[in-house]
Structure formats: C-alpha cells, structure tokens
C-alpha cells in the first residue's frame, strides 16, 4: 500500500529540501519506487539536488495546476542523474523556476483542491511506493492540505528559539488534522550540543516522537545541494540519521 509523506518546517534555511531528497532516494535505494513533489512553488529548489536544470524541464507542476498538462507529464524520471545502482525508482515533479511563472503565482494564486486530485492520480499512474510533499514553509492552504492527506509527517526543526515555537504551533494543527504518524527531525546540531538530552527535551516540549537529531555538518555544507548527501557520504553518521529517519517515516 502506497504512502504519502510531507516533510514541513515553520520556517525556511531548515533543510527540508535536503532531507526530503535524501529520503526519497534512500528509499529507493530499497527498491521502492518514489516520487517527489516540490510544492515550494514561490520558492522552489529541491530540482538542484537531483540536477534537474530549466532545460530539462518539459512540464512543471505550474503546468499542471493552470491546465496546461496532466500531473503525469510534470513528472521526470531523476533516477539516471543519481548515478548509483538503484534498485527503485526516484520521479521528480518540479515547480517552475522561471520568474515569470512564479510571479504568476503570487499574484493570481492557484485552486489548491487540484493538488489533493494530482496526489492521488501521481500514486496510481506512476504506481508509486511513497509520495513524498516537500511542502512550503509556514502555514497556508497547501500546507495544510498536504499535511491533511499525508499518512506521515516529518516537522524540521533546528535548535533555535524561533524554530521551537513555530514548530509549537505545526505540531498543534497537524494534530487537529489527524495525521496518522509525526516525528521530529532537529538539524544542523552543533557537535558541542548533547544529542540526546536534545532528543528527550524535543519529545517532552512537543509530545511527538523525535526520529532524528543530525549534527551540523562541514560535508553538507561544502556538497551545497550539488547532489545528494547519503550518495556522497554512504558511511557519515548523517546518513545514518537519515536512514533512521526514512525507516520511522515508513513505519
């Protein structure tokens, strides 16, 4: 049975994207077949990490939602650029990153209720595993609409005052819209931090359960989302994170 699973943070700089990327091909790396939808249509990026460039992209998820493609079409098979034997499959459904469209956007906004339809048709042409949301920081109508349909929700954090409460108040509305399944993530840790007194103060502030505390790290910061970390890195204890953190979102 296919899952869906969106991976929010309240606010930006967080690395959702990141994770999000590393997620999906790691789980594809166990044979599932995966798609990745960038709903961060006012400001999309996670195309970089799977080195999808303007060029390659036919159709974006834009077009889909003005009419002008099925959500089908907007997806690109990514598993090639990935350049590891995968044994799965990693579709990527971009949002556009022309100027144009996204000043579009802003402007004139989009029928949120088409994501809902593009979803579920995304998980059955495809025959997808798991759909995975990198949504748009914050809350607003799309937001909350990915996190009402998802079987799963990952909410980022990092351990900074700011982040603690609005991730408060993500936590609060996922739960009034019962999500099934939500766990924390805190990234970029300083390494003086003690990892798991962070675990066990996140879990008794938010009551949720906390899949991963990842450490800053100079790799990732120096890989600057020119490809995907958990690839790079097989054996970094982020990776290890990592896949902690895909094994508690497919639990």
Known sequence: MSKIISIHSFRGGTGKSNTTANVATLLAMEGKRVGVIDTDIQSPGIHVLFGLTE??????????LWGKCDIKQAAHDVTASLRAAIPGKVFLIPASIKAGEIARVLREGYDPGLLNDGFQDLVEDLSL????????????EETLLSIAISDALAVILRPDQQDYQGTGVTVEVARKLGVPRMVLVVNKVPSSFDFERIRAQMKQ???????????????????????IFALRYPEHPVTQTLKEIAAQLMA
Do not use: F, Q
């Open 55 to 64: 060029e390659d992209m036919r159709h974006s998820l834009n077009d889909y």
């Open 129 to 140: 595993d798991v759909l995975m949301i990198d949504t748009h920081p914050g809350l607003n």
């Open 205 to 227: 502030i938010y009551n949720c359960d906390v899949a991963g505390v990842m450490p800053h790290s100079d790799e990732m910061m120096t890989l600057a989302s020119a490809g």
